[in-house]
């Protein structure tokens, strides 16, 4: 965290990273801002779930506690990448880390296309919340595959 905070200019940007990583490791999440990222990011809020997806497959899956555009920041903590730096920063709960593929069954709470860093529509986050009753819930299962046997091997 201490790399991070000489990029954060309000000072209760600077305090709540405190409250929120009082260990002082952070995790931040950061896309540049080029083609659609920008409205992604922009409907971005806290405690949104995004997800990290490849190959139909999810990868990863986070809660954004505070996002911040630094472009700065980003070459800072993403240095060495060729094009624009990862300017759009959310910082986010530790991510949880899996490769589940996106089978039918669960294209009610996820596009099977999606692909990089992306944030649940609004009507696939109902359908999670009003089936699973939690994010943490749906995170927990699929992540950590507790999927029924049945669930989990169908296509």
């Known amino acids: 965290m201490e790399s991070v905070l ?15 990583y009082p260990d002082g490791k952070c995790h ?3 896309i540049p801002e080029i083609g659609e990222n920008a409205s992604l990011w922009n409907a971005m809020a806290k405690d949104d779930l995004v997800l990290g997806c490849r190959d139909a497959s ?7 506690w505070m996002k911040i555009r630094s472009p ?20 986010t709960d530790e991510p949880q880390w899996g490769d589940v593929p996106i089978v039918e069954q669960m294209t009610g709470y996820l596009d099977r296309d ?6 649940l529509a609004p009507e696939k986050r109902d359908n999670i919340l009003r089936d699973y009753g939690s994010f943490e819930t749906f995170v927990r299962l699929c992540l950590r ?3 029924p ?4 091997h169908s296509e």
């Open 6 to 20: 000489p990029f954060l200019i309000e000072k209760n940007q600077i305090d709540y990273l405190g409250q929120i």
């Open 28 to 30: 931040p999440w950061g």
């Open 58 to 64: 999810i990868v990863s899956a986070a809660y954004v």
């Open 72 to 91: 700065e920041l980003g070459a800072r903590l993403w240095s060495g990448g060729v094009g624009e730096p990862f300017s759009l920063i959310c910082f």
């Open 114 to 119: 999606c692909r990089g860093f992306t944030r």
């Open 145 to 147: 595959f507790d999927f």
């Open 149 to 152: 046997f049945s669930f989990r």
